[in-house]
């Protein structure tokens, strides 16, 4: 099996992206500098709403339509969304809940950073993180539940992500890891994957891999690539 792993910072177009971590850390400079709606939204609402929440979210991504809330559910936002409307009864709009990263169709995370916010005060946050658990299906979990600063954002604040793709290389396909690796039939050649990894690395203007027509508002295309290694797995 062969496994690519992307370090990258900002934000990078993926599509068969089989799992994806992304670090946000609550100190840091507001990550793509742009003025978007998500975040006049935060601004208009932190009038009544002062308190903001950070959450790392893990999710089995199999059965979900992506992160990112859209009318044809079901999308982890929604579940999430719902499960938070359930625990703080406000609805969804109050929530403002913000995710660092569109993961597509079928991906999975292990730390999707996000964000929330209401407008009162909890001091018994660990029973507020296990009251959110305990209505969430068990293929998604929030792992941690902070208090976040007012500046904080989940999807400007992040300084950088973790993308792991999966490709199980393979005339035939193993069932047991069919929703984590894309399956690939014909022979990859890890070692021209090696050598292509390293030229990622670094500054570089990925415009060549967006689809411009579905370009989400990303205004800046030079990204940073600090790490992109191809790493063969024995197969289990
Ligand atoms: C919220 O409550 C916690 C626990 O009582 C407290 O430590 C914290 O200072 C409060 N936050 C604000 C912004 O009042
Ligand atoms: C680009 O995005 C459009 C709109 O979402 C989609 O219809 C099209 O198939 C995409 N093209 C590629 C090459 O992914």
């Known amino acids: 099996m062969t496994s690519v792993v992307f370090g990258v910072r900002g934000l990078l ?4 992206a089989q799992s994806v971590t992304n670090l946000a850390t609550q100190k840091s400079q507001a990550g793509e500098g742009e003025l978007n709606a998500d975040f006049l939204e935060d601004e208009r609402r932190s009038v009544t709403a002062s308190h903001k929440w950070r959450m790392v979210i893990a999710y089995e991504g199999t059965r979900y339509s992506g992160w990112q ?3 044809s ?3 982890v936002q929604c579940i999430v969304e ?3 409307t359930k625990v703080m009864k406000l609805d969804r709009k109050e929530l403002g809940l913000v995710g660092a990263s569109r993961t597509d169709k079928g991906v999975h995370a292990w730390g999707q950073v996000a964000h929330f916010l209401t407008p009162f005060n909890y001091t018994a ?3 507020v993180h296990a009251a959110v658990n305990g209505v969430l299906p068990d293929d998604i979990r929030v792992r941690e539940l902070s208090p976040a600063v007012p500046e904080f954002h989940a999807r400007f604040s992040v300084e950088s992500k973790v993308y792991h ?3 199980y290389n393979d005339a035939v396909m193993d069932p047991l890891q069919r929703n984590y690796a894309f399956h690939c039939t014909y022979r990859l050649n ?3 994957m090696k050598e292509a990894a390293r030229h990622f690395v670094g500054q570089h ?4 891999f967006a689809n411009v027509s579905r370009n989400d508002r990303v205004t800046n295309p030079v990204k940073s690539i600090y790490r992109c290694e191809v790493v063969e797995l024995v197969s289990i």
């Open 13 to 16: 177009p993926v599509s068969v």
């Open 69 to 71: 809330y859209q009318s």
């Open 73 to 75: 559910p079901p999308t």
């Open 82 to 84: 719902k499960a938070l």
């Open 125 to 127: 946050l660990d029973d």
């Open 165 to 167: 793709y999966k490709i």
């Open 190 to 192: 890890p070692a021209a």
């Open 205 to 208: 203007d990925f415009s060549a």
